[in-house]
């Protein structure tokens, strides 16, 4: 193909600087797949020097090199645009340039002087086929059970904080957006707390399902020059040296062809993105002058020519963050659709979008958590207006009937009066019994009382 310059100080060689200079933006592969891609190499120099494939001093130069990329401190060498080849090809040889280079001078050796071969030594076993579909899934692995499913514990924990601290606390409940039958602050904040559980007990699963590398399958999943054994030596490997649990797929077919369990975990993301939508849009609501339910903690000023206006930013900045993992599952999504026979050709995409909709949904719970739910207060106002709801009327459908109920439910609303005043005005039923029918407690019920319990269901 000719001659390419490359930077004198660059770590990457030739294959990396032929990729990049057709690049078109400035995106780039995830650098949490970059480390896993590194983590990947590490483990497999140390299997194939175990194996004799590798001389000693040469593999550890290479581990060494490797755990360096791991903890990003060569992030900088990494230029391949993320719209390249599907395969994820040209950053996949970023890595092994920079590894065998740097490799090389570990051995004392120039680099770019062939002492670590980038093909021979560091990719033995390995093909870009298999590795990059591994290093994504070990990407999301490590980012959803170090970052993600710790946010949504926190956010769950606090959930049921809110939940026991305000369980006293009633206010009209809402359908349609109208007023309904009563219900307490705790029960809302216990049903958000079972919310965001639900999405923690499906993400673990879609995650544990990543924990399947494609490692093994090389070229086209068949295996083509990898030693027996070497996958799964080196999926243990990888949990000795890094801490994360993988395992070697047993279906390298499959997993090569498709994006499969990162497209599942796409999707279960997605799902809780979409009820956390719902629960923070909830907050926003009931913080608003529209109902006023609820105080937020005053962040920041809220408009450049409205003096007072305090606005609920962490609220909205969480719902965009929503709404693009929205967009971010239909990117992969749609990758997933172009496995053409053996191999996926969107996987840099998809790995995009992917960890950013873990990341996002990270950090929103967090800030949700800390700038909104940990110094939200209930407003008394709202324990006075459930006496005034004309819905409490359907309390007393089983002693006066519905169309009696209904009508005084209208009347209440026409007239602004509480339920009790008015059937204790028309002798409806004797007061003691209105009292008992209408007692909010009661109306409420105990529902969502037990932490423990809502945890479980």
Known sequence: MGAVPVPEAALYGAE?????????????????????????????????AAAGR??????RAIEGASIEVASGQHDREFVVDLFQTGSGTSSHMNANEVIANRASELLGARRGSGTVHAHDHVNLGQSSNDVIPSAIALAAVTLGEQRLLPALQRLAAALHDLADRHWDDVRNGRTHLMSAMPIRFGQQFRGHAQQVEAGIARIAASIDACRA?????????????????FA????????????????????????????????????????????????????????????????????QPGSSIMVGKVNPVVCEAVLMACAQVLGNDAVVAFAESQGQFELNTMLPIAAHNLLEALELMAGAAEAFCKHALLGLRVRANAAHEVAKNPILATALVADIGHDRAAELARAAAERGLPVFELARDRGLLPVPR???????????????????AASRG
Request: charged content about 15%; hydrophobic content about 45%; proline content about 6%.
């Open 232 to 299: 799964a030596a080196v999926c243990a490997a990888i949990g000795a040296m890094f801490g994360v649990r993988v395992h070697e797929t047993k279906h390298h077919l499959c997993a090569q062809s498709g994006l499969g369990a990162i497209a599942w975990l796409s999707g279960d993301v997605r799902t809780f993105a979409m009820s956390f939508y719902k629960l923070v849009n909830d907050v926003r609501w009931q913080a608003s002058d529209a109902l006023r339910q609820l105080d937020l903690p005053p962040l």
């Open 16 to 48: 990396t600087a032929r990729a990049a200079a057709w690049s078109f933006t400035r995106h780039r592969l995830p650098l949490p797949t970059v480390h896993a891609i590194a983590q990947i190499k590490a483990a497999a120099a140390r299997v194939n």
């Open 54 to 59: 590798l001389p000693a001093e040469l593999a």
């Open 434 to 452: 209105l009292q008992e029918l209408l007692d909010v407690d009661r109306l409420c019920g105990s529902v969502g009382r037990d932490r423990d």
């Open 213 to 229: 590398l494609p490692l093994g399958g090389t070229a086209i999943g068949t295996g083509v020059n990898c030693p027996p054994g």
